[in-house]
């Protein structure tokens, strides 16, 4: 079992929203915060937002007032509501976990986004 799954990806058009998902099968169950990244085709991968332990909040500047991140801790779920949608958020979105001792990664969910 994957300790990370992400879904809710897909193909938009410019100005449309989705919202992503990262379940956590349980396999930490205390952690240090969650942390969304994002890879476009031939380039690096890039820090998108993250949520902390203490709900501190953080935005890449290009995302800030279109992307909201939040968490339900009873689903042990994060996600990433993204509207306003623009063809350079085009990528593969990662989420990543901090956990003692340990980061659990997703597999990548494709975003994708035609003008």
């Known amino acids: 079992q994957e300790p990370m799954v992400e879904s809710g990806g897909g193909s938009v058009q410019a100005g449309e929203s989705l919202t992503l998902s990262c379940a956590n099968s349980?396999?930490?169950?205390?952690?240090?915060?969650m942390t969304w990244y994002r890879q476009a085709p031939g380039k690096q991968r890039d820090f998108v937002s993250s949520?902390?332990?203490?709900?501190?909040?953080t935005y890449t500047d290009s995302v800030k007032g279109r992307f909201t991140i939040f968490q339900d801790n009873a689903k042990n779920t994060l996600y990433l509501r993204m509207d306003s949608l623009k063809p350079e958020d085009t990528a593969v979105y990662i989420c990543?976990?901090?956990?003692?001792?340990?980061?659990?990664w997703g597999q990548g969910i494709q975003v994708t986004v035609s003008s």
């Open positions: 990543k976990m901090q956990c003692p001792g340990i980061n659990l």
């Open positions: 949520i902390n332990a203490d709900e501190t909040i």
């Open positions: 349980g396999y930490c169950r205390r952690h240090y915060g």
